[in-house]
């Protein structure tokens, strides 16, 4: 069995779960100070894995 890949997190869920705001995000995103994001077609997406890492990294 393989394991099921955690799905993509939207701006919107990057936002709830950091606690900030979505204009944030895209603000960090242009400064490239923010957590790694790909476009999917024309939407934002985040890893968690990278959000959780870019987290980690901060805080240390």
């Known amino acids: ?3 099921t890949p955690e ?9 709830a779960f950091l ?3 979505v204009g944030t995000l895209y603000q960090w995103r242009h400064r ?7 476009r999917v077609g024309r939407h934002l997406r ?3 894995a990278d959000v959780r ?4 990294q ?3």
């Open 1 to 3: 069995m393989s394991a």
């Open 7 to 15: 799905r993509l997190w939207s701006v919107n869920d990057v936002s």
């Open 19 to 21: 606690g900030i705001p």
């Open 32 to 38: 490239r100070i923010g957590p790694r994001a790909s």
């Open 46 to 48: 985040y890893d968690p």
């Open 53 to 56: 890492a870019w987290l980690n």
């Open 58 to 60: 901060k805080a240390a």
